[in-house]
């Protein structure tokens, strides 16, 4: 006989035995089935944000700093709304994620009560999936499902809406068992053999690496193939994570979102390997194309929306990364012989004096001219950061303009070490360094973000607080939307700065952060900065750090 079990119950049941370990919500009226029964599941930790878009970005962080499934709770229809911009931002970087939210119940809808709304429609832009629970006996198929198509290549955020007649119903019924589908398949000896003539085909080849480096744990062996070849890697005009090893002999950096950058990078080569993402992910227009004429691609891949995105490939083959570098590298070896590796020494020795181990002795060199510059200079704070964080330090990067130099200043040595704000919607940083910290109890993480954008989601520094996290804030200080001013003069020859500025009357980040419980420091003096963050990277606790810098447009 099957076991009777309410909706509520079962909904919670059927998360943990998804490998969800933290629910992140904000209750509200069509929530309470949910928090009533989480005191029967005391071993599923409650994450509380002050606001949905919180919830979401709090779970997101979570999510990519774990490579886990992650599970957050919304309000009905206005708390949905509130989590879009956040539900945005997990679909750009395609976060495992189970969004739900509580909807009012079945019949009472049709009256169309306050706060009622058409959830599924509201969803469905930005999830793989979207599904409302019409018959409780169908809600373990559903979250099974569920949990199923958020985790599959290309994962993403799903989305259930949870009617209270659901939620409170009670049935015998199974729970049925959790499906994971395993996609780590590398391509056919065809493919491969292809693959193989191509690249040794190839006089200048370049390599640019995306986030499935990071999904497929494939930072070795993409190197391995950067050094098997002897070219230059590049991360892509995206790099919101750890996608290449920086301190190995081919690492050039980041390719700028700039088209004419872009393409004066690319244009001495002659075969473009993209490996895991869109290689050329732009922002702003511009008439100039980042492909130089006549470049060839090969890709490898998993995301069908990032195999020739945008141009097309010569060989584009569905398949994991890892799994397929681990295959082609020792082919190529085997194939290229000792013609490919003296062609692969010349590489390494011609890409040392200006691989990113070089540019960033040059890079510091000229920073530290700024080191006794006041107000702060921008560049110098950043590298007083990257300096004063423990080696196992994890690092959440939503300084903008601020952090320009970051990628250059901090290696990448494992794939959970960096997370950065990936689809341009600011006020991901803070919250998901919350969910970073939770996923990572025995790293300390830094947040680098700027003012405007930590703005945002100020009251996640509340949930911080409570959860008692690791967890530092600097927060860089320039008075308003630094971004913005550059944009206006850059595009527009502007320098009218209408609403870009916060100095009447200031922010007081300092204040803010004791209201919300954390310890909260200003730094004015570049002399002081150094030994204040290294005094607060070593101590426990949520801590605010306020930086006030120069706030030049330039």
Same mark, same amino acid.
């Not at 599970?71 to 009905?76: K, Q």
């Given at each position: 006989?099957? /076991? ?21 919500? /904000? ?25 949905? =878009? ?27 709304? /509130? ?110 053999? &292809? ?92 008439? *100039? ?6 470049? =060839? ?23 994991? *990364? ?45 920073? =530290?001219?700024?080191?006794? !510059? ?47 704000? &990936? ?36 009251? =996640? ?11 530092? @804030?600097?927060?860089?200080? /320039? ?11 850059? @595009? ?39 030994? !204040? ?22």
């Amino acid at each position: 006989m099957k /076991n009777r079990i309410t909706g509520r119950s079962a909904f919670l049941a059927l998360l943990k035995d998804e490998g969800v370990t933290h629910l992140f919500g /904000n209750p509200g009226t069509t929530e309470l089935p949910i928090m009533h029964a989480l005191k029967d599941h005391p071993d599923l930790t409650y994450v509380m944000a002050m606001q949905e =878009s919180l919830v979401v970005a709090m779970a997101d962080g979570f999510s990519r700093a774990s490579g886990k499934l992650v599970a957050c709770n919304v309000h009905v229809a206005p708390g949905l709304g /509130n989590a879009m911009g956040s539900l945005y931002n997990a679909s750009f970087t395609g976060t495992p994620l189970i969004l739900t939210a509580g909807q009012q119940e079945q019949g009472h809808g049709l009256t169309e009560p306050v706060l009622y709304g058409p959830l599924v429609q509201m969803a469905t832009p930005l999830v793989k999936w979207a599904v409302e629970v019409t018959r409780l006996e169908d809600l373990p198929r559903i979250v099974r499902r569920a949990a199923k198509i958020a985790t599959t290549p290309p994962t993403g955020p799903v989305f259930i809406s949870l009617p209270g007649d659901i939620l409170n119903a009670e049935a015998g019924i199974e729970l049925g068992r959790s499906t994971r589908v395993d996609t780590r398949v590398r391509p056919s000896e065809d493919s491969l053999k &292809a693959l193989v003539a191509r690249i040794l085909k190839a006089e200048r080849p370049v390599i640019v690496v995306g986030d499935e480096i990071v999904k497929s744990d494939a930072l070795r062996e993409a190197a391995d193939l950067a050094e098997t070849l002897g070219c230059p890697a590049w991360q892509s005009s995206t790099p919101y994570g750890a996608h290449f090893l920086s301190e190995s002999p081919s690492f050039m950096g980041a390719i700028a979102r700039l088209q004419k950058v872009a393409r004066d990078v690319l244009a001495p080569h002659d075969l473009l390997i993209a490996l895991g993402g869109d290689p050329l992910r732009m922002s702003v227009y511009s008439e *100039v194309d980042p492909l130089p004429d006549g470049l =060839s691609i090969v890709q490898v891949g998993l995301v069908d929306s990032d195999l020739a995105r945008n141009y097309g490939a010569e060989i584009a083959v569905k398949a994991d *990364v890892r799994e397929t570098l681990r295959a082609l590298v020792p082919a190529l070896k085997e194939i290229g012989g000792g013609a490919l590796e003296t062609r692969a020494r010349q590489g390494l020795a011609a890409l040392a004096p200006k691989n990113w181990a070089a540019k960033r002795k040059a890079l510091v060199e000229q920073i =530290s001219r700024a080191s006794q !510059t006041s107000p702060i200079d921008p560049d110098w704070l950043a590298l007083q950061v990257v300096e004063a964080m423990p080696d196992n330090a994890i690092l959440v990067d939503e300084g903008l303009t601020s952090s320009r130099q970051i990628i250059g200043l901090r290696a990448h040595r494992d794939r959970y070490a960096y997370h950065a704000l &990936a689809s341009g919607g600011i006020g991901w940083g803070l919250p998901a360094a919350v969910g970073v910290s939770l996923a990572n109890p025995e790293r300390p993480v830094v947040c680098y973000s700027g003012d405007g954008s930590s703005m945002y989601s100020i009251q =996640s520094l509340w949930t911080a607080a409570n959860h008692k996290l690791p967890l530092n @804030f600097v927060i860089v200080n /320039n008075g308003g939307y630094r971004i913005i001013k550059q944009r206006l003069l850059a @595009f527009h020859g502007d320098d009218h700065y209408v609403g870009m500025d916060f100095i009447d009357p200031p922010v007081d980040f300092t204040a803010l952060a004791r209201s919300l419980g954390l310890e909260a420091i200003k730094v004015t003096d570049p002399q002081e900065l150094k030994g !204040t963050l290294i005094s607060a990277f070593s101590r426990l606790g949520a801590k605010l750090i306020e930086v006030v810098v120069s706030n030049s447009v330039n």
